[in-house]
């Protein structure tokens, strides 16, 4: 049976299906129990804020 690996696929955000939750909290400040522990990187250190995005 053949398999089909694709790395780097498309994000999520880039697909057209609809994701109403991400519509709802547009705008809205990332929960911590979603961000957790994460390292910032040198591209989000200066950030004072982290909304949610949609597309």
């Known amino acids: ?3 089909l ?3 780097g696929g498309l ?3 880039d697909l057209f299906d ?3 939750m ?3 909290h547009a705008g809205k400040e990332i ?3 979603m961000k957790g522990t994460q ?3 040198g591209m989000t250190s200066g950030q004072s ?3 949610v995005c949609r597309l």
């Open 49 to 51: 804020a982290y909304p």
């Open 5 to 7: 690996f694709q790395s």
């Open 18 to 20: 609809d994701k109403p």
């Open 1 to 3: 049976m053949p398999c």
């Open 22 to 24: 991400l519509h709802k």
């Open 31 to 33: 929960p911590a129990s």
């Open 11 to 13: 994000s999520p955000m």
């Open 39 to 41: 390292r910032l990187t």
